[in-house]
């Protein structure tokens, strides 16, 4: 495989330092020769850094921050066939990106696969892979059959990504790859977990706000309901969402904010079949943890 066939795509707003120290591991690995960076109008010098430290980088100054829109705007510009997206905070570890890519070149009816998440430090799996994990392996296939996929541990084919939206802007940040997920899905691509490959984590609790985050995730779960669930399962999580609201404060201004995007998820509405909602309901995901 040549390793000039991945980009890696990393988005980024006012984290100079992790940023850096994330290139820094990139910089390392042999099969990355290709990483953008798309930094959503940073205010503390992200961009010159970069490129001081990092002349190698593709950087993307966009004017203002559109959430994991960025990633979007990144692969657009890439020059290779598969894209790596990591976080400023997140890295791959030594040959998983080139495991991933031939993964794909190897199965052509693979859309993407994602990698286990550690985090540095602990060693600890994150949930969400671990839940990846307890799927049953399909025959011929490797690794594990996900129907959902995290937006900063995937590998996916960049012409694909694009052609199906990508990461739609109106989303913003907190499930994003929900929609993409789903029309990846009904166009008949899979996508895989693939514990061998891995994507190293270093968060930093005192630089995000959970609860903010937890308000656009539920957000953007009504919407990508409203748009694409049928009717009963659409039904059952405003519901539930409406139960919730007069308790919990999150969920009560994650409704409001989805209430005022309601009309244009309506407007984009398409369906899922049968099959498709019967596997999502049966999921363990709770929408409004």
């Known amino acids: 495989m040549n390793p000039a066939q991945v980009t890696v795509v990393i988005a980024t707003r006012n984290r100079r330092s992790r940023l850096l120290?994330?290139?820094?591991?990139?910089?390392?690995?042999?099969?990355?020769?290709?990483?953008?960076?798309?930094?959503?109008?940073?205010?503390?010098?992200?961009?010159?850094?970069?490129?001081?430290?990092?002349?190698?980088?593709r950087i993307m100054e966009l004017p203002r921050n559109v959430g994991a829109f960025a990633r979007t705007l990144g692969a657009s510009i890439a020059r290779t066939e598969y894209v790596a997206f990591c976080d400023d905070d997140t890295w791959w570890t030594g040959g998983s990106i080139r495991a991933a890519a031939e993964t794909l070149a190897e199965y052509p009816d693979i859309a993407l696969v994602n990698a286990r998440v550690v985090v540095d430090g602990s060693g600890s799996i994150d949930n969400a892979c671990r839940a990846m994990a307890r799927s049953a392996p399909i025959d011929g296939l490797p690794g594990h059959p996900i129907l959902f996929f995290q937006a900063g541990a995937a590998v996916i084919r960049t012409k694909l990504f694009l052609e199906c939206g990508g990461y739609d802007r109106a989303l913003f940040i907190g499930g994003e790859e929900t929609l993409l997920s789903i029309e990846l899905t009904r166009r008949g691509w899979?996508?895989?977990?693939?514990?061998?490959?891995?994507?190293?984590?270093?968060?930093?609790?005192?630089?995000?706000?959970?609860?903010?985050?937890?308000?656009?995730?539920?957000?953007?779960?009504?919407?990508?309901?409203?748009?694409?669930?049928?009717?009963?399962?659409?039904?059952?999580?405003?519901?539930?969402?409406?139960?919730r609201a007069p308790r919990d404060p999150q969920v009560r201004a994650a409704l409001l904010r989805a209430v005022a995007k309601a009309h244009w998820a309506i407007s984009r509405r398409v369906p899922i079949d049968r099959a498709l909602q019967r596997q999502i309901d049966a999921l363990p995901f709770p929408p409004f943890a």
């Open 21 to 57: 120290a994330t290139l820094t591991q990139l910089a390392q690995l042999p099969e990355v020769t290709e990483i953008v960076v798309a930094d959503n109008a940073s205010s503390d010098g992200t961009a010159d850094a970069v490129r001081s430290r990092f002349p190698q980088a």
């Open 190 to 243: 899979r996508m895989q977990y693939l514990p061998s490959i891995e994507v190293r984590h270093a968060p930093s609790p005192l630089e995000r706000d959970d609860a903010v985050r937890r308000c656009w995730t539920i957000r953007n779960r009504l919407l990508v309901a409203w748009m694409r669930y049928r009717l009963a399962s659409a039904a059952r999580i405003t519901f539930e969402a409406l139960c």
